[in-house]
């Protein structure tokens, strides 16, 4: 075939492919009614993923498993939109890894809300103004975040999906790297490309802000002598060239994001849960309270402890375990907990995210 037959064939697979994906949107908006007829919540993370995976599999030919979940990822979104109009509150400002984790999530056709602080997200989404927040909880290098454990505490609001971001960090600017006399960024990116930095641009001035998001809005006002170190998305929105890219020290780096709402997922069989407990102040209450999950086969992926801040030497701990609250086995753990601890919350289950504790 030549040039023009092969593009009227791709012509006619775009036309049938739209024609598809209209009938689609057409069924997901009767779905819609549906779950707004009986309080439903729109958005169903355990849906989400089994779609997700059911689409991956379907793939026999050249189009790789990811770039058809990226695809599918947009196609969900604009019809999460059009069911409902859907925001999405992360702590920003824009281009931050957690702007670009919310949008992983819930793709290009919602509405993005950033807000100065964590505690700020909660408050959004606590009092409608959006429907889900997105916040980091823990990093593969740097550990927890504290902050969002803090607020998990207190909030009503619960955990109703996980998102796993690698974290690659990309020196960016207007310039060549042989321009480069200063280096914007967070002193939490910075010193991850500590090594990178002493090796490539040795006599560059490092220059601590708050925000990535920051460091780049600051490269792009003062042209080619100054870069940042931030992700793409924010060399995206402020203009600027990816000098050089995983300039990072450590390569497998991870952060973990917790979207919160006003309900938690449905089972999925691939699930994790986190809850909150405080002990009793006694030798080997901690033991104690975890002792349920090994007598009942729980397995534990995450244990932290903060000070409660309402009384001396009190602190909360904070556990992720697999499985889902409705599991028998977890219900037995929780139960058992419930009668030793002083205090049990269940912050939420949702599905697990692809990379999370090796799955």
Avoid at 24 to 33: C, N, P, Q, S, T
Wanted: aromatic letters at 8%; proline letters at 3%; hydrophobic letters at 40%.
């Amino acid at each position: 075939m030549d040039l023009e037959s092969l593009r009227r064939k791709i012509d006619g697979i775009d036309e049938e492919i739209v024609r598809l994906l209209d009938e689609r949107v057409d069924v997901a908006l009767e779905i819609g009614k549906l779950k707004g007829a009986s309080g439903m919540p729109h958005y169903a993370p355990g849906r989400e993923l089994e779609v997700y995976e059911r689409v991956a599999s379907l793939g026999k030919g050249q189009m790789p498993p990811e770039a058809l979940k990226a695809i599918y990822r947009e196609v969900m979104s604009a019809t999460l939109s059009l069911q409902k109009r859907t925001t999405v509150a992360y702590w920003g400002p824009a281009g931050t890894f957690t702007h670009q984790a919310a949008m992983t999530k819930f793709g290009s056709s919602c509405d993005y809300l950033p807000e100065a602080t964590i505690a700020e997200v909660f408050t959004v989404v606590r009092k409608g103004k959006a429907d889900f927040g997105v916040v980091p909880i823990e990093n593969s290098t740097e550990g927890v975040v504290n902050y969002t454990l803090d607020m998990l505490i207190d909030s009503e609001l619960l955990v109703c999906s996980e998102i796993m971001l690698p974290i690659s960090h990309n020196l960016i600017g207007k310039g060549q790297l042989a321009d480069v006399k200063k280096v914007y960024s967070n002193p939490t990116a910075m010193a991850q490309c500590r090594r990178w930095l002493e090796s490539n641009i040795p006599s560059a001035e490092l220059i601590d802000v708050s925000t990535t998001s920051r460091g780049a809005e600051l490269a792009a006002k003062e042209g080619r002598l100054a870069a940042a170190i931030a992700g793409r998305l924010a060399a995206e929105l402020n203009g600027l060239d990816v000098i050089a890219e995983r300039i990072e020290d450590a390569t497998d780096n991870f952060t973990r994001f917790l979207v919160v709402g006003k309900s938690d997922s449905a089972a999925t069989g691939r699930d994790k849960t986190s809850v909150v407990f405080a002990t009793r102040h006694k030798a080997g209450a901690l033991y104690d309270a975890l002792y349920f999950f090994k007598k009942y086969g729980v397995n534990l992926t995450m244990i932290e402890s903060r000070p409660s801040g309402r009384r001396a030497w009190e602190y909360f701990f904070f556990v992720d375990f697999e499985g889902h609250r409705e599991d028998s086995k977890v219900k037995d753990a929780l139960r058992d907990l419930s009668e030793e601890a002083l205090f049990v919350r269940v912050l939420g289950s949702y599905p697990q995210a692809e990379g999370a504790n090796g799955a």
